[in-house]
């Protein structure tokens, strides 16, 4: 194991013999990638306790770990491979400079790979307590591919506060229904998150939470010269981590087989018509009313003006029953406002809607300003008109949409959920509770990277948005009626030549040669890559 230090100590060896051992015996994720054994949330040796480390035991840059010690005095060391890598006697002995947010132990002379931690602690009286060995995972961070000037995205506070019974806890609606593997794969997806920095129960109480949109990073750089002529999904900071491929040792836990049965790939025009909408003015075109009104809701009214020609109500989905999301793009202030429920104001030509964004720059992270539930934008995440038959380029960027098992967690870029959805009934079924997922809002649903698509004789479109969902993933942004709902901005007769969306004397249909694939293949719960 690269980077031990025998030194001849006896002892070291024989923890790490130990390590080994607990290794091949119960962590399972040392295999191909992250599995469901139930996870430990604590480890203890007499008053030695530390808390973090959680499976499946992925970390990049740093792990979230903190000595809790109720003896006397005493000298905490924290080990990994034998080699000491913080040495504290200040209580409360965690591995970051005291006084500081907590940070983690710091990870950077640490190579990735398989590794062994250890924590003791030596009381000014002699005594020697130890706790561990506990294999982790140590995988590369991609800080590189992002711009300098980006801030990361800080650990979390709470991380580290309660262990991780408690915290999950507060996540969970009594009497919502789960298998045992269900409630396992949550965990090991909970303690993935927290090893990451990132806590899912952060502001539960909270369905908007202003305190999550505090911690968006900032000082992003620009979109790329000539976005003006690129897509709309294509427009906004080269930093926004929708651009960014997953790595291929990125932390990752296995979902459930079968845990995704029914897809519907959602259109704007033709088709079910219920996808995204989308009209972009021009300079010459009139500054109108926006009226944003949650029902009845009088406290809930927002007004401005936003840019728009003034037959925009044709380019509302198809579907009249439908959520009729309309996006308006101002090419002249580079901005753009996304819309729930649009209608047209009848005395003004204006646009009201239940909700409706306040506008946004594209010169952004796109992790807000949309109308979905998770609150940031859809613009980059919506498969753009031809995107999807491009003969040549594969779509570069994430795909999202709504689920049918949302859970009331988030995770960056996430800042909101469905309002009251801790206790809601599910509203599609009427019956049993909403809150039975176990992929965070905003948490990134990756179709297997290894599995080679190229050999199972797709149609176009339907291996450019798998291809989407296996490079960039998909990420959770609300609650639907199908189990998995991919948002997309085009018109269903695009499709045609490929077998359409549900078959035609052309193929099966792309919905259905998506849902095959996704069916009867492993996907996995996955964290943005973040600058951390």
């Not at 590189?144 to 980006?150: C, D």
């Not at 491929?245 to 049965?261: F, H, N, T």
Request: proline share 8%.
């Amino acid at each position: 194991m690269k980077g031990i230090v025998w030194q001849n100590d006896w002892r070291l060896f024989s923890l790490w013999i130990l390590g080994v051992a607990l290794a091949a015996w119960g962590v399972e994720h040392f295999g191909r990638f992250g599995t469901a054994a139930a996870p430990a949330t604590t480890y203890r040796n007499g008053g030695l306790l530390f808390r973090g480390a959680y499976e499946p035991r992925f970390a990049s840059r740093y792990l979230m770990v903190r000595a809790l010690f109720d003896a006397e005095p005493a000298t905490v060391t924290y080990l990994i491979d034998g080699t000491q890598i913080w040495k504290t006697s200040e209580p409360p002995y965690d591995p970051w400079p005291s006084g500081e947010q907590p940070a983690g132990l710091g990870l950077d002379s640490i190579s990735p790979g398989q590794h062994v931690l250890v924590v003791s602690a030596t009381t000014t009286s002699g005594k020697l307590f130890q706790t561990g060995p506990v294999p982790i995972t140590v995988v590369a961070d991609v800080d590189s591919l992002f711009s300098p000037q980006l801030s990361r995205y800080p650990p979390q506070p709470s991380v580290l506060a309660e262990d991780m019974d408690t915290l999950l806890a507060s996540t969970v609606t009594p009497g919502a229904v789960l298998t045992n593997q269900e409630v396992n794969t949550r965990r090991l997806v909970f303690g993935m998150y927290l090893n990451m920095g990132i806590d899912p129960s952060f502001d539960i109480e909270n369905d908007q939470s202003e305190a999550l949109v505090s911690l968006l990073p900032t000082h992003a750089a620009p979109p790329r010269p000539g976005s003006e002529s690129l897509p709309l999904s294509m427009r906004f900071s080269v930093d926004s981590v929708f651009y960014h491929a997953i790595p291929k040792d990125w932390a990752r836990v296995a979902l459930p087989s079968g845990y995704i049965q029914e897809v519907q790939f959602s259109t704007a025009y033709h088709g079910d018509g219920i996808g995204f909408g989308e009209v972009v003015a021009s300079a010459s075109d009139p500054l109108l009313p926006v009226r944003s009104q949650w029902y009845n809701v009088g406290s809930s009214l927002r007004t401005f003006s936003f840019r728009m020609p003034r037959d925009w109500s044709s380019r509302l989905p198809t579907l009249a029953t439908g959520d009729r999301h309309l996006i308006f793009v101002d090419p002249v202030s580079k901005t753009f406002i996304s819309s729930y429920k649009a209608s047209r104001n009848a005395v003004d030509g204006g646009v009201n809607g239940l909700y409706i964004s306040s506008p946004r720059a594209f010169d952004s992270l796109g992790d807000e300003g949309g109308s979905n539930a998770a609150g940031f934008a859809e613009l980059p995440l919506l498969v753009q008109p031809g995107e999807a038959t491009d003969p040549v380029n594969e779509i570069p960027h994430a795909i999202g949409g709504a689920v049918a098992r949302t859970w009331a967690t988030r995770v960056y870029p996430a800042t909101s959920r469905d309002a009251g959805m801790r206790t809601s009934i599910n509203s599609c079924t009427h019956k049993g509770f909403t809150n039975t997922g176990i992929v965070p809002y905003g948490g990134i649903i990756q179709l297997d990277p290894q599995l080679d698509l190229s050999g199972l004789h797709l149609s176009l479109p339907a291996y450019r948005v798998l291809r989407a969902m296996q490079v960039y993933g998909y990420y959770v942004m609300d609650f639907g009626c199908t189990d998995l709902d991919i948002y997309t901005a085009m018109d269903a007769n695009e499709l045609n030549p490929y077998g359409g969306p549900w078959g035609n004397e052309n193929g099966v249909g792309v919905q259905n040669e998506i849902q095959a694939v996704i069916r009867e293949n492993t996907l996995y719960a996955v964290p943005a890559p973040l600058k951390r």
